[in-house]
């Protein structure tokens, strides 16, 4: 069964610090997995997009890694913001019929000043 | 602005009501899609459309229906038979040969 496991479910973190969050899968035939970060009672917005030949990809202070060999994905915020609070969910496509796509359950970040 | 939107953002219904969420897109995709999202779980797919005039059930497309008629529009009615329709429902779309999912605002649906 296609499943994507995010870790943790949530965490606190003091402005300024750096965090990371992590994200399992089991999707197969993997095809990409891209993060995207959702503000409370907003739609999720795409902020990076790994190819099973991606390893690191950046997008400003959010670094995505893909370890394609053991099915996993971290993303890495630096020097996080106030505004970096929000849900941080990974999502992983199939290359098979549909394309379909299959959601992790999030992780709930909350930056503290 | 070319975007997706959806509305009403908060909608209530009484028990063994239907009611229908809006969602209308001006970026010319062809694929549009309805999830539904609980707290601490993954968004889950209600009922996709690749194309106009077709549409294929999700994953949780029990006591749901839409309708494809045009290309910008893709209504969600969540019927009497949803026993939980409590949730936030997300409404997205998708160029072909585009991976990204653009999502709309959401809608949040109480039942009361």
């Known amino acids: 069964k296609n499943q994507v496991e995010q870790s943790p479910q949530s965490l606190i973190i003091l402005e300024g610090k750096n965090c990371t969050l992590q994200?399992?899968?089991?999707?197969?035939?993997?095809?990409?997995l891209r993060w995207y970060k959702q503000d409370t009672g907003r739609g999720p917005v795409s902020l990076t997009i790994m190819t099973f030949s991606e390893n690191t990809k950046s997008n400003g202070r959010y670094t995505a890694t893909l370890d394609a060999d053991t099915k996993q994905s971290s993303l890495h915020i630096t020097a996080s913001q106030l505004s970096d609070s929000a849900s941080y969910i990974c999502v992983v496509r199939t290359k098979a019929a549909g394309n379909k796509l299959t959601f992790g359950g999030g992780t709930r970040v909350l930056v503290k000043p | 602005d070319g975007g997706i939107t959806q509305s009403p953002k908060y909608l209530f219904r009484k028990e063994g009501q239907n009611v229908t969420l809006s969602c209308e897109q001006n970026l010319n995709h062809d694929a549009m899609y309805w999830y539904r999202q609980d707290p601490g779980q993954g968004l889950r797919l209600i009922y996709y459309s690749q194309i106009v005039n077709d549409f294929q059930k999700g994953d949780i497309a029990e006591g749901y229906s839409v309708s494809r008629e045009k290309k910008e529009s893709f209504p969600l009615t969540v019927t009497s038979a949803q026993k939980n329709p409590t949730a936030f429902y997300l409404c997205?779309?998708?160029?072909?040969?585009?991976?990204?999912?653009?999502f709309g605002q959401g809608t949040r649906l109480t039942v009361v």
């Open positions: 994200c399992n899968y089991t999707v197969s035939p993997f095809s990409n």
């Open positions: 997205a779309s998708r160029a072909p040969m585009n991976t990204e999912a653009f």
